[in-house]
């Protein structure tokens, strides 16, 4: 057996010794229970745009985002910069909701975080838009409320309170902490 | 030469109650609860205000009312000029103040009451309306001449009255 044999057995050995260890050692099963399956997001979607229709065919609304996680377990999707556009079936109009964090639950309910915009889509619209940092709606009921501190402005004024009530489709709104209403001198 | 600051009519009113409710579509809001108006030194007190935006921005209409309702502003001259009624109106644009129902209008030495009062700033008129039935409405100049007037002849008489008492003693 000359030298080179030699040093290739050796060489072969010694990886072997190395490795072996390794390869016996028992991969750790991670044990995930049902409760956390729940917390981990069945798929996820980054750049998302998606159109929602009504068994008639009419659109009511369309969410675009930069990311959202859907969790099917708990019928729950988070999102990141949701953009929310609510199609009016009564009246064809729309209003828009952004915000930097939102979360859509039984397939209804729509809560929105911080640094939430609702813009009116009509430019005659007497309310245009309302600012606050937390917003609750039903996309059934059409419903919005808040109880963080919110102005809803129009064309020439805007209404200061904390907290408030209202429905996108009749447009009535309700405030029950008026704090402030400025209307500006018109030049 | 104005009788109100011009300048109270370039600032924001502002407005403040405890609860309000809007409603959009008829472009009105209401506001009920301690209701406070305030555009420079104008300001109006009541118990609830309509504000009535049809007619578009900058032209809005303020209704309070009370019990009664009350609207005070400086006039040009410095002295107030006061008012109250169940009902007071001001048209913004118009710059009208109309008074209902037990109307009150003050201002130093004038007072002028009726049913309705209008209080046009603009043309510095005053129309008192004493009651519901005669429609001939009195009208009262409310222009700084007659103010003035009213001072002199309010002083020459305190004069006449001491120079009077003089003589007696």
């Known amino acids: ?187 | 030469q104005e009788i109100i600051q011009k300048s109270d009519f370039e600032q924001p009113i502002r407005l403040e109650s405890e609860n309000t409710f809007a409603d959009s579509k008829e472009k009105v809001l209401f506001y009920e609860g301690n209701v406070k108006i305030t555009q420079g030194s104008l300001k109006i007190s009541a118990d609830k205000m309509e504000v009535i935006g049809t007619n578009g921005a900058g032209r809005e209409i303020f209704i309070a009312t009370g019990k009664p309702a009350s609207y005070i502003q400086q006039l040009a001259d410095g002295s107030m000029v006061e008012a109250r009624a169940n009902e007071i109106k001001y048209i913004k644009a118009d710059r009208t103040i109309s008074l209902k129902g037990n109307a009150q209008l003050l201002q130093n030495a004038f007072t002028i009451e009726g049913d309705s009062i209008i209080f046009d700033m603009q043309k510095e008129q005053v129309l008192a309306n004493t009651n519901e039935k005669s429609n001939t409405p009195t009208v009262t100049i409310f222009s700084p001449d007659t103010i003035q007037k009213t001072k002199d002849t309010l002083k020459n008489k305190a004069e006449d009255a001491d120079k009077k008492q003089e003589d007696d003693q």
């Open chain 1, 1 to 187: 057996m000359n030298r080179l044999a030699l040093s290739i057995i050796l060489i072969f050995s010694a990886a072997l010794a190395l490795y072996v260890p390794i390869w016996m050692e028992e991969e750790e099963q991670v044990e995930v229970s049902d409760k956390d399956a729940a917390l981990v997001p069945n798929y996820q979607a980054l750049n998302l745009r998606s159109k929602i229709f009504d068994k008639d065919g009419q659109l009511t609304h369309q969410v675009s985002a930069a990311k959202m996680e859907h969790y099917d377990l708990l019928e729950y999707v988070n999102f990141e910069q949701p953009e929310y556009t609510i199609y009016l079936a009564e009246t064809g109009e729309s209003w828009q909701l952004v915000a930097s964090e939102g979360t859509f639950y039984d397939n209804n309910r729509l809560e929105l975080a911080s640094d939430v915009v609702i813009s009116s889509q009509q430019t005659n619209d007497y309310i245009q838009t309302i600012s606050t940092d937390y917003i609750s709606f039903s996309l059934d009921t059409q419903e919005l409320s808040s109880d963080q501190p919110v102005a809803i402005s129009g064309s020439n004024f805007t209404i200061n309170s904390i907290g408030f009530s209202a429905n996108l489709e009749t447009q009535q709104y309700e405030l029950k902490k008026h704090v402030e209403t400025e209307y500006l001198p018109t030049r």
